[in-house]
């Protein structure tokens, strides 16, 4: 069928990231180019926007504030964190017929997935022809059936560096450190501090995951294990520790409007464990902690510049796909290399098999102890976060 005239509309969703906005100017620059789009519009705060028909246009924007909006991190259209419902939805359907929108673009996870296949699923049933693609983004990373997610290499690359400077810190004033990081189901975010050590004793130590069962006595032997080596320890968790029937170790008890219980808004986790290890092994221990949080996904000097250029390409394919036939879908990576042959390839894959359900860190790349991530998982993760810098140690040249 090829494409059709009308009018494009693109939001964002969900935890902006670093990258975000590569996807999104991705996505405007490549409307420019096609004589099939008339206009692009802009919805402020994703799907509420579109509810209120909070709309800009986006065409007007100069190249210029364009190539600044793409280098800076979250989302410049606002997110939003809204579980659409069926009457939304078909409001939302109503909205689309009123300004001919005939390409709605949406950028974010598993839940903005969801979203963009309701109402592509309404358009259907109303015979109303609409190219509905997702774009993925999530600094969790836990996105089905592609390689990796946009936003996961910047973010990656923010942990291990954090990482790589606290491994020095503690060296210099010995102790404890615990430090949390993003992942409520998946460990990939936690997994990325393992980038941080180059020699046997550098940080982190010990590093935990949610896909593994959090037993507070073993963690308890595996912190004294490594200070009796080290005289010191520095800890990486995900905030989604949980227990053996599957509970939090710690959480607010708040929810969003899609039930996840909200972990990182407090440095409680950090907190309860440094206490935990204190009236365990010893009241004299100088323990600390550090929730990472939304520096995680927001800080604009850790951009990793393959994940950059691979959010905006994703964003530009979903364009390009779009106009080549009645096609609806999420864009995924295909990893075609690996190492200096490190390479991505984009493809379509239906919007339903990306929405709702989310992927776990692979059971090959956690230790048999539950306490550390392999050396392997390097293989995957460094291609996405860039080449990592070099820091120095004296060689300690005692005197005689």
Known sequence: MGAIKGNALVGQSGGPTCVINQSLVGVIEEAHRSDAIENLYGALHGVQGILNEDLIDLLKETPKTLKRVAR????ALGSVRKKVTKNECMRIFEIFQKHNIRYFYYIGGNDSAESANIVNEIAREENFELRVFHIPKTIDNDLLITDHCPGYGSAARFVALAFMGDNFDNRSLKGIKINVVMGRHAGFLTAASRAARRDPEDAPHLIYVPERIFCKEQFLNDVQTVMNKYGRAVISVAEGLHDAEGNPIFSTGETDSHGNVQLSGSGAL?????????????????IRSDTFGYLQRSFPGCVSEVDAAEAHMAGRDAVRFSKFDDLDGSIIFKRVGNGKDYEVLTEIVPLKELAKYTKSLDDKYINEAGNDINESYL????????????????QEFGVI
């Open 72 to 75: 800076t991190p979250s989302a």
């Open 270 to 286: 950090g907190d309860y464990l440094s206490q935990l290890v204190k009236d365990n092994l010893g009241k004299k221990l100088r």
């Open 379 to 394: 293989d995957y993760l460094l291609p996405l976060m860039g080449e990592l810098p070099h820091l120095g140690k004296l």
